[in-house]
């Protein structure tokens, strides 16, 4: 797969989502023109970084709300050439029509059944536990991340917590 390696950045403090592009050019913005290599431990206590998975969900263009619409179009694209959004780590997923659990989180991780590494989506289902009297469960599934559209990106990890949460 010939993908370009971008990421995106958790930032603790402000609780907000910002890409980064390189890591590097995302260091040199924040701490200057020099990097500091010292100081770089200090900076990721505050944030957390994930990395572009290569692939794009299967969110149609109609189903993008006004604000991401208009995102996409002050980058100087075209509603034709919308695609689906960038399937990062971290992302929480919904499982294409006809799978057996309903979510999932995208992870870095190894996939037990084919024995692969790579980016992989952990399945959360939330079942009703009836013998504990109504709680909820998880159960945790892993599947190989390998092509564009098997997966809606709803949300992640870090701005939509409640997502992962039973209902």
Do not use: C
Not at 32 to 42: M, Q, R, Y
Not at 120 to 125: A, L, T
Not at 126 to 132: A, N, S, T
């Amino acid at each position: 797969m010939n993908r370009k390696i971008k990421f995106r950045a958790w930032d603790k403090r402000r609780e907000l989502m910002a890409p980064l592009g390189s890591l590097e050019s995302w260091f040199m913005a924040m701490m200057g023109s020099t990097l500091e290599p010292e100081l770089v431990p200090l900076f990721m206590e505050d944030h957390i970084i994930m990395q572009y998975t290569g692939l794009k969900d299967s969110t149609k263009w109609e189903q993008l709300t006004e604000v991401e619409q208009k995102e996409w179009l002050n980058r100087g694209e075209t509603k034709e050439t919308w695609n689906g959004k960038e399937i990062y780590e971290g992302d929480i997923v919904k499982h294409p029509p006809g799978s057996l659990t309903k979510i999932g989180v995208v992870k870095h991780g190894f996939e037990q059944d084919w024995g692969q590494t790579g980016f992989i989506v952990e399945s959360i289902d939330l079942m009703e536990d009836y013998l504990h009297k109504g709680k909820y469960h998880t159960s945790v599934d892993t599947l190989t991340l390998q092509r564009n559209g098997d997966y809606e990106v709803i949300g992640n990890i870090y701005s939509n917590p409640e997502l992962l949460e039973a209902t």
